[in-house]
């Protein structure tokens, strides 16, 4: 291909983000779709031209196929460039996690393991069960529950926690879960009406606190986990659950999202520039209806 050509390729701003990718790791179109948050049709187009080009070359590994860079005189070019594309960055930090998730073998046989529990009847065996179990394995802590809702989590940590203090913006909910929590006799369950952002409890009290499905409300997400960040004694650890980021546009009416998930990347990039050490996360559930929904579970230790 003509040299003209190739140029007119580099143009693009999305083909040097693969170039740059590919430059660093060899890698398949689905870890490129992960990365890059795009489809796969797009991807695949892209890769087609650049291998026309000779820009890249691919090799076959089971039934997918592997592309790494070929023309190795581009690397200092590319990375000329990636200062002037702001995404990579992040594309970078994605890549991590992505080589992260090829080393962590044991993960994908988990992620299958739980998917089969409960599938099959086993007298005794339940996911109630192992809850019931592993909190009475927790150690007394005093918990916030960031977006408690109307707290049903928080009861259920109110059973073994010294203390819980449940935060919720929602004046209602904060009469219901209140009223629930003194019908049950959880005397040390406190609610307390407030913003994520702001969140009405003394900094450095809490041992662990969590933003359980509720991140994906708050308007300023990343100022949330900092605020978090804040209300946590030294050593103390912060738990996110949320959904990963997809384009089922209904839940903003549907379900009040401000925000249609994060990708894992954005959640490690929440925790760690509000301070959090040690941050690592996890896909821990797929639903199999549509709209296929995936959890994030991500923590950090402060």
Known sequence: MSVLKSLRLLADPNRLRLLLLLEREELSVAELQEILATG??????????????????????????????????????????????????????ALQLVLEKRRDKVRGYFDELAGKFGR????????????????????????????AG???FSQLLAQRAAKVIA???????????????????????????????????????LDLAFFSQSLHHALHPQKAVAAAFRLLKP????????????????????????????????????????????VQSWIVDREKGSPGFETILALGCR
């Open 120 to 147: 099959s009847y086993v007298p005794g065996r339940s996911w109630k069960g192992l809850a019931e179990m592993l909190l009475q394995l927790m150690p007394p802590m005093t918990i916030g529950d960031l977006g």
């Open 167 to 205: 935060v919720d913006n929602s004046a209602k909910m904060v009469e219901f879960g209140s009223k629930l929590a003194r019908e049950n006799g959880l005397a040390n369950l406190e609610y307390r009406l407030g913003d994520l952002e702001d969140p009405p409890i003394e900094a450095g009290s």
């Open 40 to 93: 796969q049709s797009r991807i695949s187009t892209h890769l087609a031209q650049l291998k026309q080009a000779g820009l890249v070359e691919d090799r076959k590994q089971g039934k997918n196929s592997l592309y790494v860079l070929k023309d190795r005189q581009l690397v200092d070019l590319l990375h000329s460039a990636a200062v002037e594309i702001p995404e990579a960055e992040e594309d970078a930090r």
């Open 235 to 278: 050593g103390g650890r912060m738990v996110i659950l949320d959904l990963k980021r997809h384009s089922f546009e209904q839940a903003r009416e549907l379900y009040a999202d401000t925000w249609l998930g994060f990708s894992e990347v954005e959640l490690r990039g929440f925790l760690t520039q509000a301070g959090f050490q040690g």
């Open 150 to 152: 109307e707290g049903t």
